[in-house]
């Protein structure tokens, strides 16, 4: 479980094809208080930590997380978007994530204005359902406000804005048009929509 929360920016330093790939990412979190088999949120993907040094920690990726998630995320000199595992105290500091991809976006409009930036993302139809202006939504990793959604022909336009401390502590910095990006809807939408469906079928 996680929060959006962003704790570090790791860069990716090694990929090796061992069955799964074994992807090696950077991080100046302190290693030695992170237990082989915790969990770790890499921009919005949730894998487990298989073996760790000073200043890393590696995870095997999945085909399946491979096909499920942004083109080109696990290539070397890839920054990602870290956060640990919530635990139980912590700070509740953005919405309830689980680390579970859900559908994969593309960045459409970057726009400054006054100082933060609006960022229109679009995204699959079939997450329209479970979006709404003012709601919660992870883009890869980071927990954010919907302002605003437009319906389209092919599928949804999210509207977004992003703070300057945003872009200064996640990789959202160096976001650029056509850029794929990983979403996870508000884990609440997802049973409000099945709960939907079911008394449909009443």
Not at 111 to 124: L, M, P, Q, W
Not at 180 to 198: K, T
């Amino acid at each position: 479980m996680f929060t959006g929360i962003v704790t570090d920016i790791g860069t990716i330093e090694s990929v090796e094809r061992k069955g799964d790939l074994r992807v090696r990412v950077s991080t100046s979190h302190d290693t030695a208080t992170i237990d082989l088999g915790a969990s770790i949120a890499c921009s919005g993907v949730c894998l487990t930590v298989v073996d760790k040094a000073l200043g890393s920690v590696a995870f095997d990726v999945s085909a399946e997380t491979v096909s499920r998630t942004a083109a080109g995320m696990w290539t070397a000199g890839r920054r990602l978007n870290l956060e640990r595992a919530l635990r139980l105290g912590d700070e509740l500091g953005g919405h309830i994530v689980t680390g579970h991809v859900d559908g994969v976006g593309t960045v459409a409009e970057i726009r400054e204005e006054g100082g933060s930036h609006r960022v229109t993302i679009a995204a699959d139809k079939a997450l329209a359902p479970y979006v709404a202006a003012k709601g919660s939504i992870t883009v890869d990793g980071v927990s954010l406000t919907v302002n605003a959604i437009a319906d389209t022909a092919t599928g949804v336009e999210l509207m977004l804005n992003l703070i300057p401390h945003t872009m200064a502590v996640t990789t959202f910095g160096g976001l650029e048009i056509g850029q794929s990006v990983n979403l996870e809807i508000d884990v609440l939408a997802r049973y409000l929509q099945r709960m939907e469906a079911l008394r449909g079928q009443g």
